[in-house]
Antibody, heavy 122, light 113 residues
Framework: QVQLQESGPGLVKPSETLSLTCAVS??????????WSWVRQPPGKGLEWIGF???????RYNPSLKSRVTISGGPSKNQFSLKLSSLTTADTAVYYC??????????????WGQGILVTVSS | QSMLTQPPSVSGAPGQRVTISCTGS?????????VHWYQQLPGTAPKVLIY???NRPSGVPDRFSGSKSGTSASLAITGLLAEDEADYYC?????????????FGAGTKLTVL
């Protein structure tokens, strides 16, 4: 079973770029068996899909965030990362990494990290 | 504004049955995309409750069931227990912009009276 763990800063300043990493165990980000996703949840609000990476090369993003988001493999083996630029206070949220199995029909996000709270504030 | 509409809250007494609706459109649920349901307990990550419209993962009680028809889906919970008090989210996919993207409902808070 795949296990995920987010890491990164808990506080970032407006206009800066957020960088988060998700460490994967029990699976490989380069295997092609999963989509590697990021999802966020503002305090007291619902879930928002940010995007996914597949095979460390193919990506797809939420159109509402596409201009500010990059999801990529690394920095170390079996990790994948999220970069979100031009931050505003509206980006304050718990950020989750999660994974979806590659199947004929789209599968749910079976495994999730515990989440990391990121606060955007000066 | 979510592409999938859920009621903000539902409530029921222990032992009762409640349903949570998830209404979409022709570009998501109505296009044939599956609906998945998640349960989120306070302070924890979401957990898959129903997948592929009406399938329960192992370990999920049969008190939980899902259905889908047309552009909508529903989650039913029978025999309510205090431990069912949580937030519930439906999730599907949308292709209105040419590529399949993942979408969530805004969530429904279930209160067990």
């Amino acid at each position: 079973q795949v296990q995920l763990q987010e890491s990164g800063p808990g506080l970032v300043k407006p206009s800066e770029t957020l960088s988060l990493t998700c460490a994967v165990s029990g699976g490989s980000v380069s295997s092609g068996s999963h989509y590697w996703s990021w999802v966020r949840q503002p305090p007291g609000k619902g879930l928002e899909w940010i995007g996914f990476m597949y095979y460390s090369e193919s990506t797809r993003y939420n159109p509402s965030l596409k201009s500010r988001v990059t999801i990529s493999g690394g920095p170390s083996k079996n990790q994948f990362s999220l970069k979100l630029s031009s931050l505003t206070t509206a980006d304050t949220a718990v950020y989750y990494c999660a994974t979806e199995k590659v199947t004929v029909d789209p599968s749910p996000l079976w495994e999730w990290g515990q989440g990391i709270l990121v606060t955007v504030s000066s | 504004q979510s592409m999938l509409t859920q009621p903000p809250s539902v409530s029921g007494a222990p032992g009762q049955r409640v349903t949570i609706s998830c209404t979409g459109s022709s570009s998501n649920i109505g296009a044939g995309f599956d609906v998945h349901w998640y349960q989120q307990l306070p302070g924890t990550a979401p957990k898959v409750l129903i997948y592929g419209n009406n399938n329960r993962p192992s370990g999920v009680p049969d008190r939980f069931s899902g259905s889908k028809s047309g552009t909508s889906a529903s989650l039913a919970i029978t025999g309510l227990l205090a431990e069912d008090e949580a937030d519930y989210y439906c999730q599907s996919y949308d292709n209105s912009l040419g590529a399949r993207i993942m979408i969530f409902g805004a969530g429904t808070k279930l209160t067990v009276l």
